[in-house]
């Protein structure tokens, strides 16, 4: 496909010579990547990329490739499609070059290449984004048409994220200023702009159908949550009062609590008081939710938010009537928190009755439970090495 803009071509279908590498050979770890649910996570390494389970933890398969590392492995839910983006040391994919990898076929089936380094990839079911340091484009997957550009401040993190559910597109990243998110609701046709910090945005996620999107600014002192149709702030946590970089932020599946990890090596569970009005516990009832909502025009579908005034807020001084949005909750401290070495940086995920599971840059897995009545310091249940300079995953004694 060729085209006028940044992208330049797919390329034709071939395969990837695939090479076994010496288990006393060094290896590093270049990035983690969770898939869409947290079930599994995806790193890239010096000579290829491993993909893990997460409940059960164990490796499910790796590719050992002769040509170099990646530095971008994304994931499609657990299917056999994923995108890779090379390291600098790889010889045939450069990191300006995006392949989409069929893995049940061992074979790559679309090649992009593009003026400047990739920050980004993110594949949806029919959709696939590629994250530049100016600009975002959408192309479906299909057929390979671009079928969207958005272009955004500098943009070095590759910070973008989309809803997933089936009936749902929804599209966050930084707008064109310092500290703006642009928003796309594709099912909408709608676009929305908001000021959500005062410093450059940091990290950002949304929840799994895209009504409510956290923030965090490079400032890394507070955690904002949105409602991404008209842009309001539903609720405000605070991680510290030191500066600090968040890493990684993640929301439930039930939108009850939200996970931020940030280089003073504290994983904290912050307490959400924000849902969609009618919305069991069940994520299976918020995906009814969630398609209920984007079949509605957006007046209609900002009545279904409402905050949570459940009175266990010790730090509010604020009540607020059912059915009412707030533009402004008192920040609050966080629920439940779990310390780790400060020494590399780790992303965390919600995984299974009330568990937090954690990935480190250092090829170390957590997985750690909190009380969701008291709150407080974790409990560690798992602490996992998985990767390491001899090949091959391994469990530390605890």
Avoid at 222 to 248: C, H, K, P, Y
Avoid at 251 to 266: E, F, H, I, R, Y
Wanted: hydrophobic share 40%.
């Amino acid at each position: 496909m060729a085209s006028t803009q940044e992208s330049s071509e797919i390329g034709a279908s071939g395969s990837i010579d695939q090479k076994e590498q010496n288990g006393k050979s060094e290896l590093e770890l270049h990035s983690v990547f969770w898939n869409q649910d947290y079930s599994c996570f995806a790193a890239g390494t010096s000579c290829g990329f491993r993909i893990y389970n997460c409940d059960p933890f164990k490796e499910t398969f790796r590719r050992e490739l002769g040509i170099g590392g990646f530095k971008i492995v994304e994931m499609l839910f657990r299917c056999n499609i994923l995108a890779l983006v090379g390291s600098g040391s790889n010889s045939q994919y450069p990191p300006n070059k995006v392949l989409i990898w069929d893995d049940y076929k061992s074979q790559c089936i679309g090649e992009f290449s593009f003026r400047s380094e990739i920050r980004a990839v993110k594949l949806k079911r029919e959709h696939f984004i590629v994250v530049l340091e100016h600009k975002i484009y959408v192309y479906t997957l299909m057929d390979v048409k671009l079928l969207h550009q958005i272009e955004t401040v500098t943009n070095p993190r590759g910070l973008c994220c989309l809803s997933h559910h089936v009936n749902t597109f929804v599209l966050a990243c930084p707008g064109l200023h310092r500290g703006q998110v642009h928003v796309e609701h594709f099912g909408l046709n709608m676009t929305k702009l908001f000021n959500a910090h005062d410093s450059h945005i940091a990290c950002m996620t949304l929840t799994m159908d895209g009504l409510l999107l956290a923030t965090a600014s490079t400032k890394g002192t507070l955690i904002r949550i949105f409602n991404t149709l008209d842009g309001m702030l539903l609720q405000e946590v605070r991680r510290g009062m030191d500066r600090a970089e968040i890493f990684s932020l993640a929301l439930s599946p039930n939108v009850q609590w939200l996970a931020a990890a940030s280089d003073k090596g504290t994983v904290h569970v912050f307490s959400l008081r924000v849902r969609v009005v009618g919305a069991g516990s069940s994520s299976d009832t918020n995906v009814i939710q969630g398609k209920t909502l984007f079949q509605q025009n957006s007046s209609n579908a900002l009545d279904t938010l409402v905050p949570l005034n459940t009175g266990s807020n010790p730090s509010s001084s604020l009540s607020f009537m059912r059915g009412v949005l707030p533009r402004y909750f008192s920040s609050e401290w966080s629920f439940a928190q779990f310390h780790l070495p400060e020494a590399t940086q780790y992303i965390a995920a919600f995984g299974s009755q009330n568990t937090i599971i954690i990935v480190g840059m250092d090829g170390s897995f957590y997985k750690c439970s909190f009380d969701p009545v008291q709150g407080g310091e974790m409990l560690q249940q798992e602490c996992i090495r998985f990767l390491k300079i001899e090949i091959g995953a391994d469990r530390i004694d605890l």
